[in-house]
């Protein structure tokens, strides 16, 4: 990979990498779509999805990023290691940037660039226009709902072949959205917006595959809106394992320029 390449990824891997997450392995079978049950309610496919969420201890493997943000289109390949409900570490080739998340801190460095961000999720709950916290990001990555459905009551439709989650009672400047597919009761969609402000986030599991007993997203586009500005990320993962013993070896490298983050970072 030309090394300019990697510079001009770096800060939006940084910035970014909370969303670039989603797992697939080209070994395994993708599942194919389920069919609806008319008879079933909000409460029950909510129910479901929950006692549905995978339960394991580590996973690793790789993934490929495609980034564009309409005039130029770039590609990284990256290695992603995941201790649930603890960390989440990302690589690129030969470590020139890094980056490490924990329930308490987002934190990545770019060695080429001899520059590095340590702090909270506080930034990307402003850039995604909602509060954003260790479980929510897990969440997101593993085809589970962004927000705790559990907490408010739906009406609920069919749509697009998926089960079609809307709060009964709309908040007048945040609106969301979620179709849950009736095989696995996984996420098909969740979109997040804030229409007075034109901001949208929207993350389209595509399809599902098993490994092992876990099942997974196989493939995952996410489009992101702010005003007049669009960027969208498709992803694909490689050689996905679970439950081997890890380390996240990570260290920010003595002497580099701390990152302050701004609008003109997104």
Same mark, same amino acid.
């Given at each position: ?7 001009q990824?770096?800060?939006?891997? %940084?910035? %970014? ?27 029950a496919?909510?129910?479901?999805? *929950? ?9 690793s493997g790789?993934m ?22 603890k ?12 980056? *490490? =998340?924990t ?13 590095y961000?340590? %702090?909270?999720?506080s ?5 995604? %226009? ?36 809307? #709060? ?13 597919? #009736? ?11 804030? #229409? ?7 993350i389209?599991?595509?399809? *599902? ?10 493939s ?14 498709? =992803? ?10 890890m ?20």
């Amino acid at each position: 990979m030309k090394k300019t390449r990697i510079q001009q990824l770096s800060k939006r891997l %940084g910035i %970014g990498i909370l969303f670039l997450v989603v797992i697939s392995c080209k070994s395994n079978k993708v599942l194919t779509a389920g069919e609806l049950d008319k008879s079933l309610s909000a409460k029950a496919i909510i129910k479901t999805h *929950y006692q549905n969420e995978i339960d394991f201890k580590t996973l690793s493997g790789k993934m490929k990023i495609d980034y564009s943000d309409g005039d130029n289109n770039q590609g990284v390949s990256v290695s992603l290691r995941m201790e649930r409900n603890k960390a989440i570490w990302i690589s690129a080739p030969f470590g020139v940037v890094k980056a *490490y =998340i924990t329930p308490e801190r987002v934190s990545f460095y770019n060695k080429l660039q001899d520059e590095y961000f340590d %702090g909270d999720f506080s930034y990307l709950s402003n850039l995604l %226009g909602t509060e954003l916290d260790f479980q929510k990001v897990q969440n997101l990555l593993l085809g589970q709902a962004l927000l705790d459905l559990k907490q408010d009551k739906y009406d609920l439709e069919l749509a697009d072949e998926n089960y079609q989650l809307k #709060p009964r009672k709309a908040a007048e400047l945040f609106k969301i959205l979620f179709q849950i597919e #009736p095989k696995n009761f996984k996420i098909a969609t969740q979109q997040l917006s804030q #229409p007075l402000k034109n901001r949208l986030l929207e993350i389209d599991y595509q399809n *599902y595959q098993k490994i092992s007993q876990y099942v997974l997203p196989n493939s995952i586009f996410i489009t992101a809106i702010d005003k007049d500005v669009k960027n969208t990320i498709a =992803i694909e993962y490689r050689n996905i394992e679970f439950n081997n013993s890890m380390n996240f070896p990570y260290k920010i490298p003595k002497g580099y320029k701390e990152i302050v983050l701004n609008k003109n970072d997104i």
